[in-house]
């Protein structure tokens, strides 16, 4: 899995002029799901990538952002990779939830890495 992350930064940073944000590795066991907090610029549009080991068949991510009365839902997804475009209108905090839709046969751990980027500002194409 880090093989796959380390060659998805340098295809994001030096050929499609993006800037990591943020990027967590972390273990889903049975049900399990972890969650990553990040507050989010509206000068940005924000791409978010999610990939399992290989002991993951498909991740569910589900975003929610906190409004003014609470949290308030704002997409999901559920594939082998998932990818989400969010778009914040203000600045925000952006809850994202990471869960294993399937496990491969004969699992029930695996690990994985979500990744959020953007443009990069300094870089001009």
Known sequence: IFETVTTKVVELE???????V???FDLLVNEGKKTVW???DPAFSYDMFVVGDRRIGK???TVYKQGKSGWEYVDEVSASNP????????FEQYEFTVSVD?????NNTGHF??????ENPEKKK
């Open 102 to 106: 399937e496990f491969k046969t004969g």
């Open 38 to 40: 990040r507050y989010l």
């Open 59 to 61: 991740l569910k991510v």
């Open 83 to 90: 990818k989400l475009k969010i778009i914040p209108t203000e």
């Open 22 to 24: 943020n990027v967590t």
């Open 14 to 20: 030096e050929e499609k002029n993006q800037e990591i």
């Open 113 to 118: 890495a979500f990744m959020l980027y953007h």
